[in-house]
Protein backbone atom coordinates (compact mmCIF):
# COMPACT_ATOMS: atom_id res chain seq x y z
CA UNK A 1 0.00 0.00 0.00
CA UNK A 2 1.30 3.40 -0.98
CA UNK A 3 1.16 7.09 -0.04
CA UNK A 4 2.18 10.16 -2.62
CA UNK A 5 2.69 13.41 -1.26
CA UNK A 6 3.22 16.47 -3.67
CA UNK A 7 4.56 19.34 -3.62
CA UNK A 8 2.07 21.94 -4.30
CA UNK A 9 -1.81 20.82 -3.73
CA UNK A 10 -3.41 20.37 -7.07
CA UNK A 11 -7.16 20.17 -8.62
CA UNK A 12 -8.83 16.62 -9.41
CA UNK A 13 -12.13 16.24 -10.45
CA UNK A 14 -13.89 12.78 -10.99
CA UNK A 15 -17.36 10.74 -11.62
CA UNK A 16 -16.48 9.18 -8.46
CA UNK A 17 -13.33 8.98 -6.05
CA UNK A 18 -14.25 5.87 -4.19
CA UNK A 19 -14.10 4.29 -7.36
CA UNK A 20 -10.94 5.59 -8.65
CA UNK A 21 -8.75 3.40 -6.78
CA UNK A 22 -5.47 5.17 -8.79
CA UNK A 23 -5.86 7.93 -6.77
CA UNK A 24 -6.46 5.88 -3.70
CA UNK A 25 -5.02 4.00 -1.28
CA UNK A 26 -6.86 0.49 -2.18
CA UNK A 27 -6.73 -1.84 -4.96
CA UNK A 28 -2.71 -1.24 -5.59
CA UNK A 29 -3.37 2.84 -5.88
CA UNK A 30 -0.81 5.58 -5.60
CA UNK A 31 -2.52 6.43 -2.20
CA UNK A 32 -2.34 9.81 -2.70
CA UNK A 33 -2.23 12.22 0.29
CA UNK A 34 -5.88 14.42 1.03
CA UNK A 35 -3.04 17.31 1.72
CA UNK A 36 -1.63 16.95 -2.19
CA UNK A 37 -5.14 17.73 -3.51
CA UNK A 38 -8.20 19.20 -3.24
CA UNK A 39 -11.54 16.81 -4.79
CA UNK A 40 -14.15 17.36 -6.57
CA UNK A 41 -16.77 15.13 -8.11
CA UNK A 42 -17.98 15.62 -11.41
CA UNK A 43 -21.92 16.90 -11.97
CA UNK A 44 -23.51 17.84 -15.29
CA UNK A 45 -24.21 21.32 -15.79
CA UNK A 46 -22.40 22.99 -13.17
CA UNK A 47 -20.27 25.96 -13.98
CA UNK A 48 -16.66 25.27 -11.98
CA UNK A 49 -15.38 28.09 -12.53
CA UNK A 50 -11.67 26.87 -12.98
CA UNK A 51 -9.23 24.76 -14.37
CA UNK A 52 -8.10 21.28 -12.87
CA UNK A 53 -4.84 19.77 -12.93
CA UNK A 54 -6.39 16.50 -13.59
CA UNK A 55 -9.60 14.60 -14.74
CA UNK A 56 -9.41 10.85 -13.49
CA UNK A 57 -11.95 8.03 -13.32
CA UNK A 58 -11.93 4.53 -13.70
CA UNK A 59 -12.26 2.53 -16.87
CA UNK A 60 -15.52 1.12 -15.84
CA UNK A 61 -17.27 4.48 -14.75
CA UNK A 62 -17.22 5.97 -18.48
CA UNK A 63 -18.08 2.54 -20.09
CA UNK A 64 -21.71 2.93 -19.70
CA UNK A 65 -23.03 5.07 -22.14
CA UNK A 66 -25.18 8.23 -21.33
CA UNK A 67 -26.99 10.25 -23.92
CA UNK A 68 -26.90 13.00 -21.13
CA UNK A 69 -24.91 16.04 -22.80
CA UNK A 70 -23.34 18.31 -20.67
CA UNK A 71 -24.37 22.25 -20.45
CA UNK A 72 -20.88 23.56 -18.99
CA UNK A 73 -17.50 23.20 -20.58
CA UNK A 74 -14.87 21.25 -17.96
CA UNK A 75 -11.08 22.15 -18.45
CA UNK A 76 -8.24 20.00 -17.30
CA UNK A 77 -4.82 19.91 -18.06
CA UNK A 78 -4.72 16.43 -17.73
CA UNK A 79 -7.08 13.21 -18.08
CA UNK A 80 -6.23 10.17 -16.92
CA UNK A 81 -7.86 6.84 -17.18
CA UNK A 82 -7.29 3.83 -14.29
CA UNK A 83 -7.19 0.67 -16.04
CA UNK A 84 -4.81 -0.82 -13.30
CA UNK A 85 -7.02 -4.25 -14.04
CA UNK A 86 -8.44 -4.00 -16.98
CA UNK A 87 -7.44 -3.65 -20.73
CA UNK A 88 -8.49 -0.90 -22.82
CA UNK A 89 -9.03 -1.26 -26.13
CA UNK A 90 -8.83 0.93 -29.04
CA UNK A 91 -12.79 0.53 -29.32
CA UNK A 92 -12.57 1.36 -25.62
CA UNK A 93 -10.88 4.62 -26.44
CA UNK A 94 -13.17 6.04 -29.05
CA UNK A 95 -16.19 5.20 -26.97
CA UNK A 96 -14.88 7.00 -24.16
CA UNK A 97 -13.98 9.93 -26.17
CA UNK A 98 -17.46 10.00 -27.22
CA UNK A 99 -18.08 9.93 -23.78
CA UNK A 100 -15.94 12.44 -22.29
CA UNK A 101 -17.21 14.86 -25.42
CA UNK A 102 -20.99 14.25 -24.10
CA UNK A 103 -19.53 14.93 -20.18
CA UNK A 104 -17.53 18.27 -21.71
CA UNK A 105 -14.55 17.42 -20.36
CA UNK A 106 -11.53 19.26 -22.16
CA UNK A 107 -7.83 18.70 -22.10
CA UNK A 108 -5.15 18.08 -24.34
CA UNK A 109 -3.17 15.75 -22.76
CA UNK A 110 -4.90 11.74 -22.62
CA UNK A 111 -3.16 9.29 -20.10
CA UNK A 112 -3.90 5.76 -19.73
CA UNK A 113 -2.14 4.56 -16.28
CA UNK A 114 -1.92 0.43 -16.19
CA UNK A 115 -1.25 -2.47 -17.15
CA UNK A 116 0.66 -1.43 -20.05
CA UNK A 117 4.07 -2.86 -20.15
CA UNK A 118 7.07 -1.55 -21.48
CA UNK A 119 7.85 -3.87 -23.99
CA UNK A 120 4.72 -2.57 -25.65
CA UNK A 121 5.01 1.26 -25.69
CA UNK A 122 2.43 2.37 -27.66
CA UNK A 123 -0.14 5.60 -27.98
CA UNK A 124 -3.68 4.72 -29.85
CA UNK A 125 -5.95 7.64 -30.75
CA UNK A 126 -4.88 10.36 -28.85
CA UNK A 127 -4.18 8.52 -25.81
CA UNK A 128 -0.69 7.67 -24.25
CA UNK A 129 -0.11 5.12 -22.43
CA UNK A 130 2.18 5.20 -18.87
CA UNK A 131 4.47 1.99 -19.58
CA UNK A 132 5.56 -0.17 -16.55
CA UNK A 133 8.36 -2.29 -15.94
CA UNK A 134 6.37 -6.22 -15.71
CA UNK A 135 2.96 -4.71 -15.43
CA UNK A 136 1.01 -7.47 -14.08
CA UNK A 137 3.04 -6.60 -10.68
CA UNK A 138 0.07 -4.06 -10.69
CA UNK A 139 -1.94 -7.80 -9.72
CA UNK A 140 0.73 -8.98 -7.43
CA UNK A 141 0.47 -5.94 -5.26
CA UNK A 142 -3.43 -5.63 -5.34
CA UNK A 143 -3.55 -9.05 -4.27
CA UNK A 144 -1.52 -9.23 -1.49
CA UNK A 145 -3.23 -5.77 -0.18
CA UNK A 146 -6.60 -6.93 -0.29
CA UNK A 147 -5.33 -10.66 0.94
CA UNK A 148 -7.30 -12.13 -2.25
CA UNK A 149 -4.30 -14.76 -2.50
CA UNK A 150 -5.93 -15.65 0.63
CA UNK A 151 -9.18 -15.59 -0.23
CA UNK A 152 -9.72 -14.19 3.06
CA UNK A 153 -12.07 -11.29 2.63
CA UNK A 154 -10.60 -8.81 5.94
CA UNK A 155 -9.11 -5.82 3.51
CA UNK A 156 -6.28 -3.55 4.22
CA UNK A 157 -5.14 -4.84 7.63
CA UNK A 158 -1.67 -5.04 7.08
CA UNK A 159 0.77 -5.19 4.12
CA UNK A 160 1.25 -8.38 3.60
CA UNK A 161 3.51 -10.93 1.56
CA UNK A 162 2.13 -14.27 -0.40
CA UNK A 163 5.05 -16.37 -1.48
CA UNK A 164 2.44 -19.38 -2.73
CA UNK A 165 1.76 -22.48 -2.02
CA UNK A 166 4.28 -25.20 -1.05
CA UNK A 167 5.32 -28.20 -2.61
CA UNK A 168 2.91 -31.16 -2.39
CA UNK A 169 4.56 -34.86 -1.03
CA UNK A 170 1.48 -36.61 -2.22
CA UNK A 171 1.04 -37.67 -5.43
CA UNK A 172 -1.66 -36.03 -7.59
CA UNK A 173 -5.04 -36.78 -7.62
CA UNK A 174 -5.97 -34.92 -11.53
CA UNK A 175 -3.51 -33.95 -14.62
CA UNK A 176 -4.64 -30.66 -14.83
CA UNK A 177 -6.84 -28.07 -13.57
CA UNK A 178 -9.18 -25.59 -15.89
CA UNK A 179 -11.67 -23.11 -14.12
CA UNK A 180 -13.89 -20.90 -16.10
CA UNK A 181 -16.37 -18.75 -14.71
CA UNK A 182 -17.60 -15.44 -16.74
CA UNK A 183 -17.83 -17.48 -20.41
CA UNK A 184 -15.88 -14.92 -22.54
CA UNK A 185 -15.91 -15.82 -26.06
CA UNK A 186 -12.17 -17.85 -25.85
CA UNK A 187 -13.43 -19.52 -22.91
CA UNK A 188 -16.72 -20.85 -24.68
CA UNK A 189 -14.55 -22.21 -28.00
CA UNK A 190 -11.71 -23.94 -25.57
CA UNK A 191 -14.81 -25.54 -23.20
CA UNK A 192 -16.41 -26.42 -25.86
CA UNK A 193 -13.47 -28.39 -27.67
CA UNK A 194 -12.36 -29.81 -24.01
CA UNK A 195 -15.60 -31.45 -23.42
CA UNK A 196 -16.37 -32.75 -27.15
CA UNK A 197 -12.55 -34.03 -26.94
CA UNK A 198 -14.00 -36.10 -23.48
CA UNK A 199 -10.11 -34.38 -21.67
CA UNK A 200 -12.72 -32.37 -19.71
CA UNK A 201 -13.33 -35.11 -17.48
CA UNK A 202 -9.63 -36.42 -16.76
CA UNK A 203 -9.23 -32.70 -15.13
CA UNK A 204 -10.50 -30.47 -12.48
CA UNK A 205 -13.08 -28.93 -14.61
CA UNK A 206 -15.52 -26.07 -14.35
CA UNK A 207 -17.54 -24.47 -16.42
CA UNK A 208 -21.00 -22.30 -16.60
CA UNK A 209 -23.89 -23.14 -18.59
CA UNK A 210 -24.24 -20.95 -21.71
CA UNK A 211 -26.19 -21.38 -24.93
CA UNK A 212 -24.66 -19.00 -27.91
CA UNK A 213 -23.94 -18.19 -31.27
CA UNK A 214 -20.59 -17.46 -32.14
CA UNK A 215 -20.00 -15.94 -36.20
CA UNK A 216 -22.99 -17.72 -36.72
CA UNK A 217 -21.70 -21.00 -34.88
CA UNK A 218 -23.92 -22.79 -31.99
CA UNK A 219 -22.20 -23.39 -28.40
CA UNK A 220 -24.10 -25.19 -25.91
CA UNK A 221 -22.28 -25.69 -22.81
CA UNK A 222 -23.57 -27.12 -19.69
CA UNK A 223 -22.88 -26.37 -16.13
CA UNK A 224 -19.81 -28.35 -15.16
CA UNK A 225 -19.36 -28.50 -11.48
CA UNK A 226 -15.90 -30.13 -10.85
CA UNK A 227 -15.06 -28.57 -7.72
CA UNK A 228 -17.76 -29.54 -5.22
CA UNK A 229 -18.99 -28.13 -2.87
CA UNK A 230 -16.87 -25.39 -3.41
CA UNK A 231 -18.08 -24.11 -6.52
CA UNK A 232 -20.07 -20.83 -4.85
CA UNK A 233 -17.37 -20.29 -3.03
CA UNK A 234 -14.82 -19.80 -5.94
CA UNK A 235 -17.59 -18.07 -8.04
CA UNK A 236 -17.66 -15.29 -5.45
CA UNK A 237 -16.49 -12.22 -6.69
CA UNK A 238 -13.64 -11.93 -3.53
CA UNK A 239 -12.69 -15.91 -3.90
CA UNK A 240 -12.10 -16.07 -7.36
CA UNK A 241 -9.12 -13.96 -7.44
CA UNK A 242 -7.46 -15.86 -5.15
CA UNK A 243 -5.27 -19.13 -5.27
CA UNK A 244 -7.00 -22.26 -4.63
CA UNK A 245 -4.57 -24.33 -2.88
CA UNK A 246 -7.22 -26.80 -2.11
CA UNK A 247 -7.18 -27.90 -5.94
CA UNK A 248 -3.80 -26.69 -7.11
CA UNK A 249 -2.71 -29.74 -4.26
CA UNK A 250 -4.39 -31.68 -6.57
CA UNK A 251 -3.63 -31.07 -10.24
CA UNK A 252 -0.30 -30.67 -11.92
CA UNK A 253 -0.99 -28.26 -15.04
CA UNK A 254 -3.14 -25.44 -14.58
CA UNK A 255 -4.80 -24.38 -18.09
CA UNK A 256 -5.61 -20.95 -17.74
CA UNK A 257 -8.09 -18.70 -19.95
CA UNK A 258 -6.84 -15.48 -19.81
CA UNK A 259 -9.31 -12.36 -19.91
CA UNK A 260 -8.80 -11.44 -23.45
CA UNK A 261 -6.90 -13.21 -26.46
CA UNK A 262 -8.03 -10.45 -29.08
CA UNK A 263 -6.03 -7.28 -29.97
CA UNK A 264 -4.64 -7.38 -26.78
CA UNK A 265 -1.16 -7.37 -24.61
CA UNK A 266 -2.15 -8.07 -20.69
CA UNK A 267 -1.30 -10.76 -18.93
CA UNK A 268 -3.56 -10.35 -15.43
CA UNK A 269 -3.03 -12.56 -11.99
CA UNK A 270 -4.86 -15.61 -13.89
CA UNK A 271 -1.76 -16.18 -15.60
CA UNK A 272 0.83 -15.70 -12.37
CA UNK A 273 -0.98 -18.06 -10.59
CA UNK A 274 0.60 -21.59 -11.98
CA UNK A 275 3.73 -20.49 -11.42
CA UNK A 276 2.49 -19.33 -7.71
CA UNK A 277 0.94 -22.18 -7.24
CA UNK A 278 4.15 -24.41 -8.28
CA UNK A 279 2.43 -25.88 -11.30
CA UNK A 280 3.09 -26.27 -15.05
CA UNK A 281 1.38 -23.66 -17.27
CA UNK A 282 -0.56 -23.78 -20.07
CA UNK A 283 -2.12 -20.34 -21.01
CA UNK A 284 -4.68 -19.60 -23.65
CA UNK A 285 -4.11 -15.86 -24.00
CA UNK A 286 -2.92 -13.37 -26.54
CA UNK A 287 -0.13 -14.22 -29.29
CA UNK A 288 2.88 -13.80 -27.42
CA UNK A 289 1.79 -13.95 -24.34
CA UNK A 290 4.23 -17.05 -23.86
CA UNK A 291 7.55 -15.37 -25.26
CA UNK A 292 6.17 -12.30 -22.62
CA UNK A 293 6.92 -14.14 -20.19
CA UNK A 294 9.76 -15.51 -20.69
CA UNK A 295 11.64 -12.33 -21.63
CA UNK A 296 10.67 -11.75 -17.94
CA UNK A 297 12.71 -15.03 -16.75
CA UNK A 298 10.06 -17.04 -16.30
CA UNK A 299 10.54 -20.96 -17.31
CA UNK A 300 7.70 -22.16 -19.99
CA UNK A 301 8.67 -25.47 -19.92
CA UNK A 302 8.75 -25.58 -23.78
CA UNK A 303 11.21 -29.28 -23.41
CA UNK A 304 8.14 -30.83 -21.58
CA UNK A 305 5.74 -28.58 -23.03
CA UNK A 306 4.35 -27.95 -27.14
CA UNK A 307 3.77 -24.34 -26.69
CA UNK A 308 3.62 -23.88 -30.67
CA UNK A 309 -0.49 -22.76 -30.25
CA UNK A 310 1.17 -19.25 -28.77
CA UNK A 311 2.37 -18.76 -32.42
CA UNK A 312 -1.46 -18.53 -34.04
CA UNK A 313 -1.85 -14.71 -33.88
CA UNK A 314 -5.99 -13.68 -33.85
CA UNK A 315 -5.77 -9.85 -34.43
CA UNK A 316 -9.47 -8.38 -36.30
CA UNK A 317 -9.87 -4.91 -36.85
CA UNK A 318 -13.08 -5.07 -34.87
CA UNK A 319 -11.48 -5.81 -32.14
CA UNK A 320 -13.40 -8.85 -31.43
CA UNK A 321 -13.89 -12.49 -32.91
CA UNK A 322 -14.91 -12.60 -36.35
CA UNK A 323 -15.31 -15.16 -39.08
CA UNK A 324 -11.42 -14.72 -39.84
CA UNK A 325 -9.98 -15.40 -36.57
CA UNK A 326 -12.81 -17.44 -35.31
CA UNK A 327 -10.82 -20.56 -37.40
CA UNK A 328 -7.37 -19.17 -35.91
CA UNK A 329 -8.88 -19.98 -32.47
CA UNK A 330 -10.16 -23.08 -32.54
CA UNK A 331 -6.94 -24.37 -33.95
CA UNK A 332 -5.21 -22.64 -31.36
CA UNK A 333 -7.78 -24.73 -28.79
CA UNK A 334 -7.31 -27.60 -30.93
CA UNK A 335 -4.01 -27.78 -30.09
CA UNK A 336 -4.34 -27.01 -26.03
CA UNK A 337 -6.71 -29.90 -25.99
CA UNK A 338 -4.07 -32.31 -28.10
CA UNK A 339 -1.27 -31.39 -26.05
CA UNK A 340 -3.28 -32.09 -22.75
CA UNK A 341 -4.63 -35.57 -23.94
CA UNK A 342 -0.70 -36.03 -24.12
CA UNK A 343 0.21 -34.77 -21.30
CA UNK A 344 -2.48 -37.02 -19.63
CA UNK A 345 -1.23 -40.08 -20.62
CA UNK A 346 2.64 -38.84 -18.90
CA UNK A 347 3.95 -39.61 -15.58
CA UNK A 348 3.26 -36.08 -14.06
CA UNK A 349 4.11 -36.80 -10.88
CA UNK A 350 7.46 -37.84 -12.16
CA UNK A 351 7.94 -35.26 -13.95
CA UNK A 352 6.70 -32.67 -11.19
CA UNK A 353 9.80 -34.11 -8.91
CA UNK A 354 12.16 -34.20 -11.34
CA UNK A 355 11.50 -29.81 -11.97
CA UNK A 356 10.76 -29.41 -8.66
CA UNK A 357 13.79 -26.88 -8.40
CA UNK A 358 12.19 -24.88 -11.82
CA UNK A 359 8.66 -24.62 -10.62
CA UNK A 360 10.49 -23.28 -7.43
CA UNK A 361 12.30 -20.72 -9.36
CA UNK A 362 9.42 -19.79 -10.95
CA UNK A 363 7.67 -18.75 -7.24
CA UNK A 364 10.76 -17.07 -6.62
CA UNK A 365 10.88 -14.91 -9.65
CA UNK A 366 7.26 -13.80 -9.03
CA UNK A 367 8.52 -13.37 -5.49
CA UNK A 368 11.14 -11.17 -6.63
CA UNK A 369 8.84 -9.04 -8.45
CA UNK A 370 6.28 -8.49 -5.28
CA UNK A 371 9.56 -6.32 -3.90
CA UNK A 372 9.48 -4.54 -6.91
CA UNK A 373 8.19 -0.81 -6.91
CA UNK A 374 5.12 -0.36 -8.73
CA UNK A 375 4.93 3.59 -8.37
CA UNK A 376 8.36 5.37 -8.89
CA UNK A 377 8.98 8.59 -10.00
CA UNK A 378 8.96 7.29 -13.66
CA UNK A 379 5.65 6.17 -13.22
CA UNK A 380 4.12 8.90 -11.82
CA UNK A 381 5.90 11.75 -13.17
CA UNK A 382 3.74 11.63 -16.58
CA UNK A 383 0.81 12.35 -14.30
CA UNK A 384 2.32 14.82 -11.74
CA UNK A 385 5.70 16.14 -13.44
CA UNK A 386 8.53 17.11 -11.03
CA UNK A 387 5.75 17.78 -8.44
CA UNK A 388 6.37 14.57 -6.92
CA UNK A 389 7.49 15.26 -3.43
CA UNK A 390 7.79 11.51 -1.64
CA UNK A 391 6.79 8.07 -3.09
CA UNK A 392 6.33 5.48 0.29
CA UNK A 393 5.23 2.06 0.79
CA UNK A 394 4.47 0.81 3.81
CA UNK A 395 6.56 -2.03 5.13
CA UNK A 396 5.43 -5.59 5.07
CA UNK A 397 4.30 -7.12 8.55
CA UNK A 398 3.25 -10.17 7.29
CA UNK A 399 4.86 -12.99 5.06
CA UNK A 400 3.06 -16.74 4.53
CA UNK A 401 2.39 -19.71 2.29
CA UNK A 402 -1.25 -19.96 0.91
Given at each position: MYTTKLKNKIKIISPGFSDCSGIMGNNCGMGLHKSSYDSTEFEFDVDYNTEFDIFMFHYFQLMKKTDKINSKKVKCKKIIIDSKGEWVRETDLSFINKQLKRMGIESEEKLILGITDEKYKKNVLDWKYIPTKFSPKFFIHNQNDTFSWTGEKTKFVEPIKIFGTKKVEHKKEYPFMCLNNQMRTHRVILCDTM????????????????????????????????????????????????????????????????????????????????????????????????????????????????????????????????????PILEKKCQMIVNELERLCKLDLHDLYEKNFDRLLANQKLINKYQDEEVYTKEILSPMFGDNILSIEQDNITKETYV
Amino acid sequence: MYTTKLKNKIKIISPGFSDCSGIMGNNCGMGLHKSSYDSTEFEFDVDYNTEFDIFMFHYFQLMKKTDKINSKKVKCKKIIIDSKGEWVRETDLSFINKQLKRMGIESEEKLILGITDEKYKKNVLDWKYIPTKFSPKFFIHNQNDTFSWTGEKTKFVEPIKIFGTKKVEHKKEYPFMCLNNQMRTHRVILCDTMIKSGVSDLGIFSANSINTTICDKEYNIPNIDAIGDDIENFKNNENRFCLQPHLSDNAYIDVVTENEVINTEVCSEKALKPFLSLQFPIILGYNGIYEYLREYGFDMFDDIIDNSHDSLECHDESGWISKNTLPILEKKCQMIVNELERLCKLDLHDLYEKNFDRLLANQKLINKYQDEEVYTKEILSPMFGDNILSIEQDNITKETYV
